[in-house]
């Protein structure tokens, strides 16, 4: 037995036909090919993988995220961090690949093959194999274990039962892949990297359901940025142990909060873009730029360490000529050069700095679908009720591999 869809409340409802409102205005965005809407498309996948790699203590600068998208070098991650993020951005490619294809199959040799394509850089972390043992999920700040999965023995029949349960489409795709994420992350069936392939496997059957645009519909990005509430709902759910028979109605309410808010962040991002790039034509015109430099200047004033390479693939020019475009956009002081000929990037200069402005200015709030929830995940969790911490599950620590939440890790019996 897996964990069940719980039944969805007036208010899950209404929060539901609210995020396909907003998913189907985001599609008739995107319905028409615009300038910004390729770059768009990658800044939000890169930013998917940051936020999911992220959760797991493998932190990245966005244009270093971007740079695996790419199948670039990084330009400050160390070499382990990248593999990882390397190895996701593997993984989640081929989701996005397979997804619409009518003969891709969904089974265990999928999820299998996924998880080796996530950890495949790592085989002392046996990608693609079941775990053989016991595994434990621990607290690094307080080293309790918080959670433990289930036996070994019934891990192959528990992911042909979630997977086989996928072929149900009678709940909404929503619920339905926040389903998928909670099973398997609860199952826990490898020795590392559950989590970042659970939300993959969210995303993919968020893509299978024919959600428009999946690089658009994954909450990858806003779990990343809220880590803590994160690993609170799934201690609440989860309980401390294999426990499929609990309620995971906060679970579903928690997931459908993340679309809800990751959904605004998009229409705002949307809106920022076509200002944006109202305003670099402006400056093209003005200064006599070919339409293509504007590509350099939009990844600047986001924030991205502009490279040569970058460019010219992403402008479709020979080297000269994004030499020459590049010198140009320095020479106007649109942006500026950092570092010595091989290793040079570019960022932005002051003549940028009034487009930057007016899109920090631009930002909105996000409004919460359930103001009640953080209250909520405030809560104590069931292990926190029986084994009492001197360091809750959320207190930034130092001493890991980034700085925040405290990160959950996993354990293999023979490891413990």
Same mark, same amino acid.
């Given at each position: 037995?897996?964990? !069940?869809?719980?039944?969805?409340?007036?208010? #899950?409802?209404?929060?539901?036909?609210?995020?396909?409102?907003?998913?189907?205005?985001?599609? #008739?965005?995107?319905?028409?090919?615009?300038?910004?809407?390729?770059?768009?498309?990658?800044?939000?996948?890169?930013?998917?993988?940051?936020?999911?790699?992220?959760?797991?203590?493998?932190?990245?600068?966005? #244009?270093?995220?971007?740079?695996?998208?790419?199948?670039?070098?990084?330009?400050?991650?160390?070499?382990?961090?990248?593999?990882?993020?390397? /190895?996701?951005? !593997?993984?989640?490619?081929?989701?996005?690949?397979?997804?619409? #294809?009518?003969?891709?199959?969904?089974?265990?040799?999928?999820?299998?093959?996924?998880?080796?394509?996530?950890?495949?850089?790592?085989?002392?972390?046996?990608?693609?194999?079941?775990?053989?043992?016991?595994?434990?999920?621990?607290?690094?700040?307080?080293?309790?274990?918080?959670?433990?999965?289930?036996?070994?023995?019934?891990?192959?029949?528990?992911?042909?039962?979630?997977?086989?349960?996928?072929?149900?489409?009678?709940?909404?795709?929503?619920?339905?892949?926040?389903?998928?994420?909670?099973?398997?992350?609860?199952?826990?069936?490898?020795?590392?990297?559950?989590?970042?392939?659970?939300?993959?496997? +969210?995303?993919?059957?968020?893509?299978?359901?024919?959600?428009?645009?999946?690089?658009?519909?994954?909450?990858?990005?806003?779990?990343?940025?809220?880590?803590?509430?994160?690993?609170?709902?799934?201690?609440?759910?989860?309980?401390?142990?294999?426990?499929?028979?609990?309620?995971?109605?906060?679970?579903?309410?928690?997931?459908?909060?993340?679309?809800?808010? +990751?959904?605004?962040?998009?229409?705002?991002?949307?809106?920022?873009?076509?200002?944006?790039?109202?305003?670099?034509?402006?400056?093209?015109?003005?200064?006599?730029?070919?339409?293509?430099?504007?590509?350099?200047?939009?990844?600047?004033?986001? /924030?991205?360490?502009?490279?040569?390479?970058?460019?010219?693939?992403?402008?479709?020019?020979?080297?000269?000529?994004?030499?020459?475009?590049?010198? !140009?956009?320095?020479?106007?002081?649109?942006?500026?050069?950092?570092?010595?000929?091989?290793?040079?990037?570019?960022?932005?200069?002051?003549?940028?700095?009034?487009?930057?402005?007016?899109?920090?200015?631009?930002?909105?709030?996000?409004?919460?679908?359930?103001?009640?929830?953080?209250?909520?995940?405030? +809560?104590?969790?069931?292990?926190?009720?029986?084994?009492?911490?001197?360091?809750?599950?959320?207190?930034?620590?130092?001493?890991?591999?980034?700085?925040?939440?405290?990160?959950?890790?996993?354990?293999?019996?023979?490891?413990?």
């Amino acid at each position: 037995m897996i964990f !069940q869809t719980p039944s969805i409340t007036l208010e #899950d409802h209404r929060v539901l036909e609210e995020i396909h409102a907003m998913r189907a205005d985001l599609t #008739d965005h995107l319905r028409v090919p615009r300038r910004w809407s390729g770059g768009l498309r990658r800044h939000s996948l890169a930013q998917a993988i940051r936020g999911s790699n992220s959760i797991e203590g493998y932190v990245v600068e966005v #244009d270093d995220a971007a740079a695996a998208v790419d199948d670039k070098e990084p330009l400050s991650a160390d070499e382990q961090t990248f593999a990882e993020i390397r /190895g996701y951005r !593997q993984a989640l490619g081929y989701v996005l690949a397979m997804a619409p #294809d009518d003969h891709f199959v969904l089974d265990a040799s999928t999820v299998r093959s996924m998880h080796f394509m996530l950890l495949g850089h790592d085989l002392t972390k046996s990608p693609g194999r079941y775990r053989s043992g016991p595994i434990y999920v621990r607290d690094e700040a307080t080293e309790i274990e918080v959670y433990e999965g289930p036996d070994a023995d019934l891990v192959p029949n528990l992911v042909d039962e979630l997977v086989g349960a996928l072929t149900d489409t009678a709940d909404d795709a929503l619920v339905q892949a926040a389903m998928a994420h909670l099973n398997l992350v609860m199952i826990h069936p490898f020795r590392d990297g559950n989590g970042r392939l659970a939300r993959a496997l +969210q995303t993919l059957v968020l893509a299978r359901r024919g959600l428009a645009d999946p690089t658009f519909a994954s909450i990858e990005e806003w779990l990343g940025a809220n880590t803590a509430d994160y690993y609170r709902v799934l201690a609440h759910t989860g309980a401390g142990g294999w426990s499929p028979d609990r309620d995971a109605a906060l679970w579903v309410s928690f997931n459908l909060r993340a679309h809800h808010m +990751q959904a605004q962040t998009l229409q705002h991002r949307i809106e920022q873009a076509m200002a944006m790039w109202t305003a670099i034509d402006s400056i093209s015109a003005t200064r006599g730029l070919p339409d293509r430099a504007g590509l350099a200047l939009y990844e600047a004033a986001l /924030g991205y360490r502009v490279r040569r390479a970058t460019y010219v693939k992403r402008a479709e020019v020979e080297e000269r000529t994004a030499s020459r475009d590049l010198k !140009q956009l320095v020479e106007l002081e649109l942006l500026q050069p950092v570092g010595a000929t091989k290793g040079r990037y570019y960022v932005p200069g002051p003549a940028l700095e009034e487009i930057q402005d007016a899109r920090r200015a631009a930002r909105k709030s996000i409004r919460d679908p359930y103001p009640w929830l953080p209250a909520q995940l405030a +809560q104590p969790t069931p292990i926190e009720r029986s084994k009492p911490m001197s360091t809750p599950l959320d207190t930034v620590r130092s001493g890991g591999r980034n700085e925040g939440p405290a990160r959950l890790v996993s354990k293999a019996g023979d490891d413990k």
